[in-house]
């Protein structure tokens, strides 16, 4: 990878201007910009609209041609990627060999960071007129989930590609706390059990959550499908460059958890703690008083009156319990 050339402002203007493009420690929220091939079916074009509408505020659509092969030569959208200060971007395409196709593209530091390809399946596509219903609000963050193995498989592959990528296509901005009430739409991306060589295929689906009184604390929530319905085959990908990977996963200084000392969690899950404490003078140390333990002067006394008490007694043989087998000893 070339290194990054170093622009010297010459103003203060410069300055500012170079200041607010270079990496912050909170940045932005990511901004998708959607292009279009010379060759773009009708259906393409209705698609990429349904994508731009659930993406506004923060996408761009441009309506002009452009000749531009992304997995081969990736510099013209680089150059958008800047421009337009956008870290997304949707590429629609259609041609002979590759009909239908749509390529989500992220960029780090507006150099390319990986891509993935998308073919539409034609005969399933609904778009989102075609639901009569009333739709979301602009600007709500939605509930995204994934089911199916292949999105799930720990090893990487262009399934787990993809799921990252849509992921930060649809998130919408970073926020710290969500209002129950602000969750009004889900979408929802669920992928077939593979069978054979044939890669299964790639299903989209976009629900309204309605939520109803149900006599409880927790409300009943009902779904209904407002669009658009989408369903993909899985193309060609381009995964990231391993310095590239690793410098755009790195978080920064102020971003990083700050570790906590001497806890730690055990096999089980416990966590255990250790307290260190300074070196403690006994000497001082205060204990309990108890007159059973200290020697009284009775004692003493009783100890020196029979202290001669041996030499007295030397001769003595007690009497014995028996009364016809006593014994007198003269001394």
């Known amino acids: 990878m070339l290194p990054i050339r170093q622009i ?40 990429t609209s349904d994508l731009h509408a659930l993406k ?93 193995s292949a999105f799930e498989s720990p090893v990487a592959s262009s399934y787990t590609l993809a799921k990252s990528v849509l992921t930060d296509l649809f998130k919408g901005p970073d926020v710290g706390n969500v209002d129950v009430e602000g969750l009004q739409y889900m979408i929802h991306f669920s992928v077939d059990e593979e069978e054979g060589e044939a890669k299964p295929v790639i299903h989209m689906r976009c629900y309204l959550l309605k939520t109803k009184k149900s006599g409880t604390n927790l409300p009943k929530v009902e779904v209904e499908e407002m669009g658009p319905r989408i369903d993909f085959r899985m193309g060609r990908v381009k995964e990231a460059e391993p310095e590239m990977w690793k410098e755009a996963m790195r978080k920064p200084k102020g971003q990083e958890a700050k570790a906590k000392k001497n806890v730690d969690t055990d096999l089980i899950g416990d966590k255990v703690g250790r307290i260190h404490l300074g070196k403690q003078d006994l ?39 028996t009364p016809d087998k006593r014994l007198r000893v003269e001394v």
């Open 56 to 148: 506004r505020p923060l996408a761009i659509k441009f309506t002009k041609k452009n000749d531009i092969h992304p997995l081969e030569d990736a510099s013209s959208l680089e150059f958008f990627s800047e421009k337009n200060d956008a870290s997304l971007m949707v590429y629609a395409s259609h041609s002979k060999k590759r009909p239908h196709c749509l390529t989500l593209v992220r960029f780090f530091g507006f150099k390319v960071l990986d891509m993935v390809e998308l073919g539409v399946v034609p005969e399933t596509v609904r778009t989102l007129q075609q639901f009569k219903n009333k739709k979301a609000t602009v600007g709500l963050k939605p509930l995204i989930s994934f089911s199916g």
């Open 283 to 321: 000497s001082g140390l205060q204990t309990r008083k108890m007159k059973g333990l200290k020697r009284s002067r009775d004692v003493a006394d009783d100890d020196a009156a029979f202290a001669g008490a041996d030499e007295d007694f030397a001769g003595f043989v007690p009497e014995s319990t």
């Open 8 to 47: 010297k402002p010459k103003n203060a203007r410069t300055k500012r201007y170079l200041d607010n493009k270079s990496p912050q420690t909170t940045e932005n929220p990511r901004t998708t910009l959607c292009l279009r091939y010379t060759t773009s079916s009708e259906l393409l074009h209705l698609v």
